[in-house]
């Protein structure tokens, strides 16, 4: 079945920089990757995904790399805030068939004001 | 409109009890999930229910464990002979399902299980 492996498991930022979280996944045949926040207490919240059929994803101050080549994608945050600071999973799913998520471990990002 | 809602938020019981944790989904949605958060750790796939098809139980981690959904609607996990490395966030997440656009599961709050 499907792996995915994400990194780093921490990432402090100051505020105002940017952030870069990694993910890895071992199933070709995935194509849909999104990628979700989780703030302590609460529940998973979905803020971008990106289909494999194209590369990149922007929305504000997030945006999303896919590289179907090296099975691999990237959740940017620029112009980091204190808001930001929270869990963050990567997951990816082949859409069809059995949809449900495989998900990452974590990346908890905490930006300092 | 309302989103998903789990009950109860907090179970705690004593080992070797049954629990069942419930979830309504948002309506309409034909897709539901079943997914467990040990602490610290990421969300770990249990089970999926889509529409009058058999479910995928593929993540159930042993035969204590047992999900049905009645009706398309309401769902339960059930927990048989609890264990202490039971304790964990259920978490349940409903989507609608279209054979070609892949749609947002939402998640519920999560109920907190705890076997003392």
């Known amino acids: 079945g499907e792996n995915v492996e994400q990194h780093p498991s921490t990432l402090s930022v100051q505020e105002g920089d940017s952030a870069v979280i990694k993910c890895t996944y071992s199933?070709?045949?995935?194509?849909?990757f999104p990628w979700y926040k989780q703030e302590l207490g609460k529940r998973p919240q979905l803020i971008i995904d990106?289909?494999?059929?194209?590369g990149e994803k922007k929305d504000q101050r997030i945006a999303v790399t896919l590289n179907k080549t090296a099975k691999h994608f990237s959740l940017h945050i620029t112009e980091t805030q204190p808001e930001d600071s929270a869990v963050y999973f990567c997951a990816a799913s082949r859409g069809t068939g059995r949809r449900a998520l495989t998900f990452g471990s974590g990346t908890r990002l905490q930006v300092q004001p | 409109g309302a989103g998903v809602s789990q009950s109860p938020s907090n179970k705690v019981t004593e080992k070797g009890k049954d629990v069942e944790l419930r979830c309504d989904p948002i309506s309409g949605h034909t897709a539901l999930y079943w997914y467990r958060q040990s602490l610290g750790q990421g969300l770990e796939f249990l089970i999926y229910f889509q529409g009058n098809s058999a479910p995928d139980k593929s993540g159930l981690p042993s035969d204590r464990f047992s999900a049905e959904r009645t009706g398309g609607s309401v769902s339960t996990l059930t927990i048989q002979r609890t264990q202490q490395e039971d304790s964990a966030v259920y978490l349940c997440?409903?989507?609608?399902?279209?054979?070609?656009?892949?749609?947002?599961?939402?998640f519920g709050p999560g109920t907190r299980l705890t076997v003392l």
């Open positions: 997440a409903s989507s609608l399902v279209r054979i070609v656009v892949y749609n947002e599961q939402f």
């Open positions: 199933d070709s045949a995935s194509n849909y």
């Open positions: 990106i289909r494999s059929n194209v």
